[in-house]
């Protein structure tokens, strides 16, 4: 494999990996254990639509055009495929880690991140959130308006949605959308560099396996910093 080919393919797992990061995210704190409407609503597959907010991002072009949430009481899965890239992000909601995956021919790479990790992630993408009356309908369920601006860009702003149909409680204490109680469903994250936009498309209210949430037994447990020097594009 030549240069460029391998410089094109860490671009792609560079990508997959930041999206996977947020989307896990914004799903680790939907649940707590004393969340009796979350508990009872905690099953089921979302799927949304994802890409970059800036066209002109020198990786926008690589970037995922879907993702894929399965969720069940303490866990969820997240995962994407990007070019031959296929990237997960596992989540324990009661021990609050998630466990990202890395597969790519022969490399199979995961590393575990605990909430402190999570939290100093959102120090990097602080918003100031207004709720609204505003309402629409995204994949069959009411969602309510947010409107969103940065913190230390205050002239950037944007519009997101969450819904209560999944459940109502504090769902993203760990994320920078920790004030909003109910489930996101249109919103934007960003991490390494890279801002994303994230919408749902389809919502299925159906069982799901456990064995979805089973790490591969086969998997190399690596730091942090290993899996990033993996997916850096630079």
């Given at each position: 494999?030549n240069?460029?080919?391998?410089?094109?393919?860490k671009?792609?797992?560079?990508?997959?990996?930041?999206?996977?990061?947020?989307?896990?995210?914004?799903?680790?704190?939907?649940?707590?254990?004393?969340?009796?409407?979350c508990?009872s609503?905690?099953?089921?597959?979302?799927e949304?639509?994802?890409?970059?907010?800036?066209e002109?991002?020198?990786?926008?072009?690589?970037?995922?055009?879907?993702?894929?949430?399965?969720?069940?009481?303490?866990?969820?899965?997240?995962?994407?495929s990007?070019?031959?890239?296929n990237?997960?992000?596992?989540?324990?909601?009661?021990?609050?880690?998630?466990?990202?995956?890395?597969?790519?021919?022969?490399?199979?790479?995961?590393?575990?991140?605990?909430?402190?990790?999570?939290?100093?992630?959102?120090?990097?993408?602080?918003?100031k959130i207004?709720?609204?009356?505003?309402?629409?309908?995204?994949?069959?369920?009411k969602?309510?308006?947010?409107?969103?601006?940065?913190?230390?860009?205050?002239?950037?702003t944007?519009?997101?949605?969450?819904?209560?149909?999944?459940?109502?409680?504090?769902?993203?204490?760990?994320?920078p959308?920790?004030?909003?109680?109910?489930?996101?469903?249109d919103?934007?994250?960003?991490?390494?560099?890279m801002?994303?936009?994230?919408?749902?498309?389809e919502?299925?209210?159906?069982?799901?396996?456990?064995?979805?949430?089973e790490?591969p037994?086969?998997?190399?447990?690596?730091?942090?910093?290993?899996?990033?020097?993996?997916?850096?594009?630079?």
């Open positions: 494999m240069q460029i080919s391998k410089s094109i393919l671009r792609i797992a560079h990508i997959s990996t930041t999206v996977f990061a947020f989307s896990g995210i914004l799903f680790l704190a939907s649940c707590g254990n004393n969340n009796k409407a508990r609503k905690t099953e089921g597959i979302i949304f639509d994802t890409k970059a907010v800036d002109n991002h020198p990786m926008a072009s690589l970037a995922p055009s879907s993702a894929t949430l399965k969720y069940k009481d303490q866990n969820f899965v997240m995962e994407m990007s070019f031959g890239f990237t997960s992000i596992f989540g324990n909601l009661q021990e609050k880690t998630m466990t990202q995956t890395v597969k790519f021919l022969d490399l199979k790479q995961a590393c575990v991140e605990k909430e402190q990790d999570i939290k100093a992630e959102n120090d990097e993408f602080k918003l207004t709720e609204t009356k505003e309402t629409k309908q995204i994949a069959g369920l969602c309510y308006k947010l409107k969103v601006s940065l913190v230390d860009s205050p002239q950037v944007f519009d997101a949605y969450y819904t209560k149909d999944l459940g109502e409680g504090d769902f993203n204490k760990l994320t959308y920790a004030q909003v109680k109910g489930m996101l469903m919103y934007r994250a960003k991490r390494m560099g801002e994303m936009h994230f919408q749902a498309k919502v299925k209210k159906i069982m799901v396996e456990d064995a979805s949430f790490i037994k086969d998997i190399n447990y690596v730091s942090k910093a290993t899996i990033r020097k993996t997916c850096n594009p630079i």
